[in-house]
């Protein structure tokens, strides 16, 4: 299970314990205990600052050992606004990812070990109940696998199934921290693996517009934020959803790992699709799971870019993928950032600099 990371001073948390003791006391805070007349105490979207920060990836019910929780970031105030690069966004985000109109209720964790399902994780909602984050148990999104051997090593991962005994298995870290090379299996979508912590990194958006290249805008039920779009995947059934963007599971810059990807023309985008010079690569559209020929996409060298252009083949996450960006850009990886923000390219094109989502 992942160890999730703050860039602010860890709040102390109280036990789970102590957490079931006070549920009433805490429900007639919240809610009034039944009354309707009573409005709730609620920090919704809109109330500024960065996302708190998500709890540890890991496995709950199977191994036995939970992650460590995260704690959350306190409310934050508006940052400046663009710090580069056309149609650039950056500056620190003003709006919470939480889309929710009342404070998520169920399924509601402190540690994995609070998830009664096999294969579920504590995380960050993205929500808050007067400054604290209110964290729930969702699905470690890990590539899919029938036995452990599938997995990157069967000591830090079990491949076991997410939800019931019958669902699909999935490659779950089971040890606490995370590592750069398998951040996509040890850290949630939105989270990047930073000091053997995951970190959040996820921006508000509306839609897909609203994200920087190579991001989508990825919505659950109660937020709405941008991911990478380049994760790890072992089978199509990976990419859907909330794991990450696209409707297929491909190796699109062929370095022998598949990652997630949309549809070209009825199939998986690949690079060697392609053929232009001044569009070289499969490149994300404002529509998840439809791709393009581009300038902006996975590349294993210089020579993979849009030289002509200006584009020069960077790794702005620290998983080892590349990506195809112009060059003269003001961060060159995402620990350049501050959380939340991402380094990338704006969504309008541009060298990448510090992103925190166009919106408002």
């Known amino acids: ?27 007639a805070l919240v809610f009034g205990c039944g009354d309707a007349e009573t409005s709730p105490v609620y920090i919704g979207p809109g109330t500024g600052g960065s996302a708190g920060l998500g709890g540890a990836s890991g496995i709950g019910g199977i191994s036995g ?14 940052g400046t606004g663009s710090t580069g690069g056309t149609g650039g966004s950056g500056g620190v985000a003003t709006k919470s990812i939480c889309i929710a109109d009342t404070p998520p209720s169920s399924n509601l964790c402190e540690t994995d070990l609070n998830c009664a399902l096999s294969g579920y994780v504590c ?6 109940d007067e400054g604290a984050p209110i964290k729930q148990c969702q699905p470690a999104r890990g590539g899919s696998c029938t036995i452990v051997d599938e997995c990157p090593n069967p000591t830090d991962y079990e491949c ?7 669902s699909p298995k999935r490659c779950v870290r089971v040890t606490p921290g995370c590592d750069l090379a398998t951040e996509t299996y040890d850290c949630p979508p939105g989270f990047s693996c930073e000091e053997n912590a995951c970190v959040d990194r996820r921006i508000p958006c509306d839609s897909t517009f609203d994200c920087p290249k190579s991001h989508v805008c990825t919505t659950t039920p109660v937020a709405s934020y941008c991911t990478r779009t380049h ?19 491909a190796d699109v810059d062929n370095d022998g790992t598949k990652e997630c ?50 584009f020069e083949c960077v790794g702005l996450w620290q998983d080892g993928r590349k990506e195809c960006v112009r060059t003269g850009g003001t961060c060159n990886q995402v620990m350049d ?21 166009n919106v408002p």
């Not at 050992?65 to 508006?78: Q, V, W």
Request: aromatic content about 2%; some cysteine.
């Open 337 to 357: 950032c501050d959380p939340p923000q991402v380094c990338a390219a704006p969504r309008n094109g541009g060298p990448p600099s510090c992103q925190a989502g």
């Open 160 to 166: 076991t199934p997410v939800g019931g005994p019958t």
């Open 65 to 78: 050992s939970g992650g460590i929780s995260g704690s959350g970031g306190a409310t934050g105030t508006g």
């Open 231 to 249: 994760r790890t995947c072992h089978e199509d059934t990976d990419c859907g959803g909330f794991a990450a963007a696209g409707s297929f599971c």
């Open 1 to 27: 299970m992942s160890q999730i990371k703050d860039a602010k001073p860890i709040a102390t948390k109280k036990p789970a314990i102590a957490r079931s003791a006070m549920a009433c006391m805490l429900l």
């Open 261 to 310: 990807v949309g549809d070209l023309g009825g199939d998986a985008c690949i690079n060697s699709d392609c053929v232009t010079a001044s569009a070289p690569v499969c490149e994300t559209g404002g529509d998840e799971i439809v791709a393009a020929c581009g300038d902006y996409g996975l590349c294993r060298t210089n020579n993979d870019c849009d030289l002509v252009g200006g």
């Open 123 to 128: 995380v960050d909602s993205g929500c808050k």
